[in-house]
């Protein structure tokens, strides 16, 4: 009886209650909390396969390309990395005249209405939307969230098919941005009147993007828009789902356009315009000469959110794809650092796929000929020590697992401390060596102490004065080499070259 009970009560339950939970996006949230942790991924090499070791891909040898369907196999590996959030970089298709590389530069957008085929696996039974989708499904499944990248500007290749979508100069010639010759200068219109043509591209890349399933935007070069331009497009994907994030590349210490037929938009306008997010100036981290350097930055950019309503956040860029990776510029040391300011600002942690091994994204066959192409240039072209944006190249991967171990605790340890990185308050510590820096963030009760060597080459000593530090107050270490010892609430620190400690205080 009590058998046919349960079966019963089982038969009389939706069939929905024991179907997998439908993905429900939060990614709006989680990062207005300082809650994400980001790994930035080129899909193209996210997981390819390199046999020779010439750092590129060549599929007649045997070798295979990234793909949607054979990323799958790294998302395991991804989520015990401590990652939640993917920043996947342009998946639109990529402009084969005049180029950079042999397969393109991603962001030489040919087209903003279809998939890059580089990504497409033949061999699955699955359609080329199904494959996207079924990748960002299953990352869904373990808890990591997806964005995607939108190029600011379009290939030549697009300027021949739509040239009413570019900036010319007075002979009719498409604008080249900077000194990116690979690209042309795609049309924004005027604060008082937007480039409709342009806005229509992007309005059915976002609406692409949504029906794919994707959790947020990154707008590359978000400031060569206008605000006008960006707040229509904002509003328009938030009216589809509200939890839809925007994260500008833009930054507070950007102050120029790309071109002179550019227009520019500040940070503080593309938040008003509705991104969530920016690009604090983190990446001048390999310029820091002394504590004050990093107190400035630090200090500017948490007070600086507080004026914005509603709610804004920036990212942790330390490091980015434009950015020469830490392990070239001043060893483990330096990338262990990031790691640890990373973990310890109330900030969105941010980083490079290969960053956690320490790659150093040296490609052995880099800027020389290639046996075979798909664009017309026939050069490796590579930036020395980024990830390659230009070519099918290996993936991402070093051989530093003291760097992936702290990788890994690192991002442990941010899960655990949001709640005292957001409430509490940051507060630098007077030391008089001005090499090394020291703070903490929290309240009395409870504060995460981090002090650090800025002094890759040699040994440095100071006093740390910790405030309202009594016998009442307890110490444990959760990065540390040495344990330190706290008398009459003073710390004696002898750190080796770009050392970074981490503590937690209790009263």
Not at 9 to 22: G, Y
Not at 192 to 199: Q, R
Not at 345 to 358: A, E, K, R
């Amino acid at each position: 009886m009590k058998k046919l009970i349960i079966t019963l009560l089982m038969l009389s339950v939706p069939c929905s209650v024991f179907a997998q939970s439908e993905w429900k996006n939060d990614l709006r949230t989680k990062f207005l909390n300082n809650e994400t942790i980001i790994m930035e991924v080129n899909m193209r090499s996210f997981n390819s396969q390199d046999n020779d070791g010439d750092g590129f891909i060549q599929e007649e040898l045997g070798e295979r390309r990234g793909t949607f369907v054979n990323a799958v196999e790294r998302l395991d590996e991804i989520k015990n990395l401590g990652i939640n959030t993917l920043h996947i970089l342009p998946v639109t298709p990529t402009g084969k005249l005049k180029a950079l590389g042999t397969a393109g530069s991603l962001y030489a957008a040919a087209d903003f209405k279809s998939l890059n085929t580089d990504l497409y696996d033949k061999n699955s039974e699955l359609s080329f939307e199904d494959q996207a989708k079924n990748f960002i499904n299953e990352a869904h499944k373990r808890g990591i969230r997806v964005i995607v990248d939108i190029p600011a500007c379009g290939s030549y290749d697009l300027f021949l098919q739509r040239p009413d979508l570019f900036v010319t100069n007075s002979s009719g010639e498409p604008v080249l941005p900077s000194d990116w010759t690979d690209v042309r200068l795609l049309a924004t219109g005027t604060e008082e009147k937007i480039d409709t043509n342009v806005y229509s591209l992007y309005k059915d890349f976002v609406k692409y993007m949504i029906n794919l399933g994707v959790d947020g935007i990154r707008a590359d070069v978000a400031h060569c828009k206008t605000m006008t331009f960006w707040k229509e497009l904002i509003a328009y994907s938030r009216n589809k789902d509200p939890e839809f994030m925007w994260l500008a590349e833009v930054s507070d210490s950007w102050h120029d356009a790309i071109s002179e037929y550019s227009v520019f938009t500040p940070y503080d306008k593309l938040l008003e315009a509705g991104f969530d997010g920016y690009y604090g100036s983190f990446f001048n981290i390999k310029d820091w000469k002394n504590a004050k350097d990093l107190y400035n930055q630090i200090t500017f950019t948490l007070n600086d959110l507080k004026r914005f309503t509603p709610k804004k956040s920036v990212i942790g860029s330390f490091t980015t794809h434009d950015e020469v990776s830490p392990i070239l510029i001043k060893g483990t040391a330096f990338s262990d650092m990031i790691i640890w300011l990373s973990a310890t600002l109330p900030i969105n942690s941010y980083f490079v796929d290969g960053f956690q091994t320490g790659d150093d994204y040296k490609y052995l066959m880099g800027n020389k000929t290639a046996p075979n192409t798909n664009t017309d240039d026939d050069i490796y072209f590579t930036h020395r020590g980024k990830i390659d944006i230009f070519n099918l190249s290996r993936k991402p991967e070093g051989t530093n697992t003291y760097l992936k171990n702290d990788f890994v605790l690192g991002n442990d340890v941010k899960k655990s401390l949001i709640p005292i990185l957001n409430e509490g308050n940051f507060t630098p510590l007077k030391v008089k060596n001005s090499k090394i820096f020291a703070y903490t963030v929290g309240n009395l009760n409870k504060r995460v102490l981090v002090y650090g060597n800025l002094n890759f080459e040699e040994n440095e000593k100071a006093i740390i004065k910790i405030p309202k530090f009594n016998k009442k107050s307890s110490l444990l270490p959760i990065k540390v080499s040495q344990v330190p010892t706290v008398k009459c609430g003073l710390i004696h620190a002898n750190l080796q070259p770009g050392e970074i400690v981490v503590v937690i205080l209790k009263n």
